[in-house]
Nanobody
Framework: QVQLVESGGGLVQAGGSLRLSCAFS????????MGWFRQAPGKEREFVSAVSRSGVFRRYTDSVKGRFTISRDNAKNMVYLQTDSLNAEDTAVYYC???????????????????WGQGTQVTVSS
């Protein structure tokens, strides 16, 4: 059974940075495209970023382009989300997710993800 465990969240001042990590276990990591989603209080879960199985292709929601960077290390079974220039609108619980897909596909639809982590809280103070 695939398990995902996020870490790296916390409280940060506006303009600051956090590096979120997601540890994958219980399967073959390279078989899965990976994504990050977030859910703010009172709002629906939204797509943030995705990376293909190969690590070559990446996608971001418009509000984080130029500020967030997704990466994966297939040797360590890890996916990361570097978040820079954080602002109050980035405050949310961030979730890591895994989707079986083709090698160069990025997945933005949360309905196509097979496994989810428990989430890590990111709070940005203004």
């Amino acid at each position: 059974q695939v398990q995902l465990v996020e870490s790296g969240g916390g409280l940060v001042q506006a303009g600051g940075s956090l590096r979120l990590s997601c540890a994958f276990s219980g399967g073959t990591f390279s078989d899965y495209a990976m994504g990050w989603f977030r859910q703010a209080p009172g709002k629906e879960r939204e797509f943030v970023s995705a990376v293909s199985r190969s690590g070559v292709f990446r996608r971001y929601t418009d509000s984080v382009k130029g500020r967030f960077t997704i990466s994966r290390d297939n040797a360590k079974n890890m996916v990361y989300l570097q978040t820079d220039s954080l602002n109050a609108e980035d405050t949310a619980v961030y979730y890591c997710a895994a989707s079986r897909g083709s090698y160069h596909t990025t997945v933005t639809d949360d309905g196509r993800y097979d496994y989810w982590g428990q989430g890590t809280q990111v709070t940005v103070s203004s």
